[in-house]
């Protein structure tokens, strides 16, 4: 069984930089055709793709991010992570890392989850 757990700060300050990892068990992050993501929720709204990186360590990033977010990985700790700088009040959400099978943008189509870090970003 793929397990997916997430690890990081739970406050940061505003226009820090958050840093997140993704740690997979039971699975291999170069494995096609899976596709690595990170969502957030935002309290009291929908999840938001923020972006991933693919099996091949091809990145992609949704367009309002893409200047912020910056997505890497360590095959050899079978590892990924997030970094989103420049934060404000509006960053606050729970942070989840995901796979689905190929790219995909949608919340609804990634088939497994971590169970999410709440992140705090506040003076």
């Known amino acids: 069984q793929v397990q997916l757990v997430e690890s990081g700060p739970g406050l940061v300050k505003p226009s820090q930089t958050l840093s997140l990892t993704c740690t997979v068990s039971g699975g291999s992050l170069t494995a096609s055709p899976y596709y690595w993501a990170w969502i957030r929720q935002p309290p009291g709204q929908d999840l938001e793709w923020m972006g991933g990186i693919r099996y091949d360590g091809d990145t992609d990033y949704s367009p309002p991010l893409r200047r912020r977010t910056s997505i890497s990985r360590d095959t050899s700790k079978n590892q990924f992570t997030l970094r989103l700088s420049s934060l404000t009040p509006e960053d606050t959400a729970v942070y989840y890392c995901?796979?689905?099978?190929?790219?995909?943008?949608?919340?609804?189509?990634?088939?497994?989850w971590g169970q999410g870090t709440q992140v705090t970003v506040s003076s």
């Open positions: 995901a796979r689905a099978e190929g790219l995909r943008t949608l919340a609804n189509d990634y088939d497994l």
